[in-house]
């Protein structure tokens, strides 16, 4: 999945004769914080909701204060993987597109960023969720993939969360294994550290009070 693919048509970009008060207004429309300032193919930046208030250019045209706009940005060509990092750190509501020539050809909101995130970790498709803990000295795939295949199971997805001030690593599986007891057995017998296990319905319920907390939170 690229970037080009995520993009929405439903949210628009500001012009610099916009106001603030457009701006603020759509931005509470479209449940977003930030919106791009575009003018004709060029990406200016960003301007957030506390931007617009903190400089009170509420009843003004954007294009006519000299704004320090941060422009945060990624090519159309590049991996989600890369979008998702660069909204992760900067802590982005939308993320503007640009093609090679560096013109704006849209933006990914966080929502669709949501979305395809669960396809890419396989939230959709029945099975079980196995975290293991372990030193990253220790991180082997091949051998979790093969205790998993051993009992007849198949690693749907899998990603490592490095812990803060240590060495060790957490590593989520899903598996299209619905019972994990066998699977749990032999991470237990190859003194693997099983720091939890989730049933399908369990991981499904967990995973839907988790979704909810975060629409309400975005539409808040």
């Known amino acids: 999945m690229l970037a080009k693919d995520l993009i929405s048509d439903e949210i628009p970009s500001l012009k610099t004769t916009d106001t603030g008060l457009m701006a603020t207004n759509w931005m509470d429309e479209f449940k977003v914080s930030h919106l791009p300032i575009v003018d004709k193919h060029e990406y200016l930046g960003l301007i957030s909701d506390t931007d617009i208030l903190d400089l009170n250019i509420t009843d003004e045209e954007l294009g006519k204060r000299k704004l320090s ?28 597109v640009l093609d090679e020539n560096q013109h704006y050809v849209g933006l990914i909101p966080l929502t669709s960023l949501l979305m395809e995130f669960a396809k890419l970790a396989a939230t959709r498709e029945p099975g079980g969720i196995i975290v293991l803990e372990m030193n990253i000295h220790d991180y082997s795939l091949t051998q979790i993939a093969q205790i998993i295949e051993g009992s007849d199971g198949k690693i749907l997805s ?15 599986i899903k598996t299209n294994k619905e019972e994990l007891s ?7 017998r190859y003194n693997y550290t099983v720091k939890a296990s989730f049933q399908q319905s369990e991981f499904l319920d967990d995973m839907k009070n988790r979704f909810d907390s975060f629409m309400n939170y975005i539409n808040i």
């Open 69 to 96: 706009l941060v422009r945060p940005f990624v090519l159309q060509g590049q991996h989600v993987y890369e979008v998702i990092k660069m909204v992760s750190n900067l802590k982005l509501s939308v993320l503007p």
């Open 158 to 172: 899998c990603y490592v969360n490095s812990m803060a001030d240590s060495t060790k690593i957490e590593v989520t």
């Open 182 to 188: 066998g699977i749990l057995q032999t991470f237990f």
